[in-house]
């Protein structure tokens, strides 16, 4: 395989969101849960995923601003229902 | 009689108002997962493990039968108003249901395929009810060398029908997978393999870690590395489908059920392979063959009935051999396990009623699924529409915090992030990793058996093929291997020739 074609195969769109999905799965997965308290944890990854993945460039500011709301506030949600619902419904030790 | 006496009285146990609401919830839940591309039953069922394991085994074992049978039917939905199957075992319903969506019968097509799911899975359980027992009693004979030849032909049989275009693949990833479960203390005298003195490596790889990796995170790499997916814009007409619509196909029905019990009953192979083998018999026997492809109805139901009818297939060898027929019943397995349900030969001996309560509990998840399945529709599809830029965080965040929970250690989640991209990387490459999940699972049946086997006939592996159930097992696995060899292929073109020339000699 060429130097060129390796280059192209970086630059896809296909590729950059498969490497920045192993990314991010794996800096919550690793670097992330187990480090610092889950629902924090949980909170920045959801929040991060959704902002990467959702922002765009040309979207105009409110847009943008919107996006970023959305994110957090969903963050937020999973993040405590999440840790509400393993910590006391099903009595596990969150890492 | 009696069976049916143990089926009324299991039934009867969950005739309450929690029983019902668990039914309605994981069914719902099952369908949803399903419909969503990405989430597979397996996922659903490996998930709700964690989220039940500390609920009683009754109750627990009937919330994963109805995710099980709700996702297996949800995917479906998506097959036919996505034109991408919810779950591997829809695709060869999206065939036929798709084109009808777009035609602007995507109501009908809903309505027929969910009685074609209700309907299979009814056929599924009378087996499972007729079967279990059958087996079950025949399985008593089974002693340590028959459990090790089954188990290698589980592997065998898995890859070759997983991986029809290049059974290699299929064995490659299954004998991967007994590997896989070679990794910790073994189970006779404790002793330490390939742990390279990793303590959390010395307990093994949990099953349940590595499925939701191999079935979660590598699908949730993978739809996100796809196209983004179109919902087809159409008026969702009349579901519930006319009786004669539905009857004039029933010739088809009892085939598609046989076939998709059959085929889930075999280790490993599971409900895709059903769906696919059963549409393929329909349309050779079809008297339109030329609509399959194009919005057939009958293409459509064939598919899925089969799919159903496994799942009723796939839970035959779980309780009777303690070997599951598909990845999804493999987890349910381990969930058994978890719940110290213990199935194998010895579950007609030891708790006969818990086989009939599992044929109660794969009836009420049909029932539910049935009454689901054809009301919420319109609004169930809007479902399909949540981005998955939004969808796939929380599916990891549930796959991370569902690996951790069972034994609360850190290291599971490492594993099923190593799986998951292991998951992904075959995938990519073409591998079926449902032989790989097998793998993992038959590896300690197979590697306990096989030296319980020679320390009882003091090293000596001749049993193997002096003892005739062994024998057969062992003569089905060398038929399942060389029967992919081109020499082989050849061989058998040639001895058909020959006999064509006999026969017209003759004449």
């Known amino acids: 395989m060429s130097g060129e074609k390796i280059g192209k195969f970086f630059r896809k769109d296909s590729s950059l969101r498969m490497f920045g999905t192993i990314a991010l799965a794996l800096f919550y997965a690793w670097g992330l849960v187990g480090r610092i308290p889950y629902p924090v944890s949980t909170f920045l990854f959801v929040f991060l995923f959704v902002v990467i993945f959702e922002y765009s460039r040309e979207d105009p500011g409110a847009r943008k601003r919107r996006k970023i709301f959305i994110a957090g506030l969903m963050a937020v949600l999973v993040s405590g229902i999440v840790s509400v619902v393993f910590r006391y419904l099903f009595l596990v030790k969150l890492p | 009689m009696n069976g049916f006496l143990m089926f009324l009285d ?47 085994a009754a109750d627990a074992v009937l919330i994963l039968i109805c995710m099980y049978v709700g996702a297996i039917y949800g995917g479906s939905r998506s097959a036919i108003l996505l034109n991408i199957p919810g ?38 359980l009378i087996f499972l009810a007729v079967f279990t027992p059958l087996i079950g009693n025949f399985a008593l004979n089974f002693q340590s060398f028959e459990f090790f030849a089954l188990a290698i032909f589980g592997v065998v049989i898995s890859g070759n029908l997983t991986a029809p275009k ?26 330490v393999r390939f742990a390279f003195g990793s303590v959390d490596l010395s307990g093994g790889i949990d ?92 293409g459509l139901i064939s598919a899925e009935t089969a799919n159903n009818a496994a799942c009723g297939g796939t839970i035959i060898p779980v309780l009777s051999l303690a070997i599951p027929g598909s990845a999804p019943a493999a987890v349910l397995l381990a969930a058994m396990f978890i719940h110290n349900v213990r199935p194998g030969p010895l579950i007609m001996i030891e708790s006969p009623e818990f086989v009939y309560q599992t044929v109660a ?73 449902a032989p790989m999940v097998l793998g993992i699972i038959l590896g300690d049946i197979l ?19 002096t003892r005739p159930i062994s024998l057969v097992i062992v003569l089905l696995t060398v038929l399942t291997l060389v029967s992919k060899m081109p020499w082989f292929r050849s061989m058998m073109r040639r001895i058909k020739q020959g006999l064509k020339g006999i026969v017209k000699k003759s004449a």
């Open chain 2, 87 to 124: 779950t591997p075992a829809n695709a060869a319903t999206a065939m036929d249901g798709h084109p009808l969506a777009r035609a602007g019968f995507a109501g009908s097509a809903i309505g027929i395929g969910t009685t074609g799911s209700f309907l299979g899975s009814i056929i599924g």
């Open chain 2, 447 to 465: 590697d306990k058996n096989l030296r319980r086997a020679l320390v009882l006939s003091e090293g000596d592996m001749l049993p193997l093929i």
């Open chain 2, 10 to 56: 299991g039934l009867k146990q969950y005739m309450n108002f929690w029983s019902i609401f668990n039914v309605l919830w994981a069914t719902q839940l099952g369908i949803i997962v399903g419909m969503l591309p990405g989430l597979t039953a397996t996922m659903g069922i490996a998930l709700l493990t964690t989220l039940t394991f500390k609920m009683p």
């Open chain 2, 361 to 433: 509990m794969v009836f009420m998840a049909t029932i539910g699924m049935y009454i689901l399945g054809l009301s919420m529709v319109k609004w169930l599809v809007k479902v399909l529409t949540v981005p998955r830029e939004k969808l796939m965080p929380i599916v990891f965040v549930l796959c991370v915090i569902g690996a951790y929970a069972i034994h609360s250690r850190i290291f599971e989640i490492g594993v099923m992030v190593v799986f998951g991209l292991i998951g992904f990387i075959m995938k990519e490459m073409d591998y079926p990793v």
């Open chain 2, 207 to 298: 099953l349940i870690p590595a499925m939701v990796g191999v079935f979660g995170f590598s699908e949730i790499i993978s739809v996100m590395k796809n196209q983004k997916l179109e919902v087809v814009q159409t008026e969702i007409n009349r579901v519930i489908p006319k009786v004669k619509d539905v009857a004039k196909h029933w010739k088809t029905i009892i085939r598609s059920g046989v076939i998709g019990t059959f085929i889930g009953a075999i280790p490993g192979v599971g409900e895709d392979i059903a769906a696919w083998v059963s549409y393929d018999f329909a349309k050779n026997a079809s008297k339109e063959p030329e609509k399959y492809g194009k919005g057939s109805y009958e």
């Open chain 2, 166 to 191: 290049d059974p290699l693949k299929g064995w490659i990833s299954g004998f991967l997978g007994l590997f896989v479960a070679m990794i910790g203390m073994e189970g006779i005298h404790a002793y």
